[in-house]
Nanobody, 125 residues
């Protein structure tokens, strides 16, 4: 059973930085196409960034372009999300997810195969 475990969330003031990590169980095929999503309080889940090793990218949602960076360490089966210049509107539960079919259109629809349980990011003004 594939497991994705996020970490690195916390509370930070506006303008600060956080780096999220997502550790995948040692199934290398799931780490080729992964993404970060978030769900702000009272709102729907939205895609944040995606990394499709054979399908182009990285891809970023417009609100985070220039501030967030998605990356991966294949030796550790770990996905990262470096978040800089954080804003209060970035407050959300952040989830990592894996797309086994590796089709970029799927992350845009949130149609991923495996999900982590999330890590909470709170940005205060």
């Amino acid at each position: 059973q594939v497991q994705l475990v996020e970490s690195g969330g916390g509370s930070v003031q506006a303008g600060g930085s956080l780096k999220l990590s997502c550790a995948a169980s040692d199934y290398s095929y799931v780490t080729k196409c992964m993404a970060w999503f978030r769900q702000p309080p009272g709102k729907e889940r939205e895609g944040v960034a995606a990394l499709y090793l054979d399908g182009g990218g990285p891809f970023y949602a417009d609100p985070v372009k220039g501030r967030f960076t998605i990356s991966q360490d294949n030796t550790k089966n770990t996905l990262y999300l470096q978040m800089n210049s954080l804003k209060p509107e970035d407050t959300a539960m952040y989830y990592c997810a894996a797309d086994v079919l590796c089709r970029p259109s799927r992350w845009r629809r949130g149609a991923m195969d495996y999900w982590g349980k999330g890590t909470l990011v709170t940005v205060s003004s």
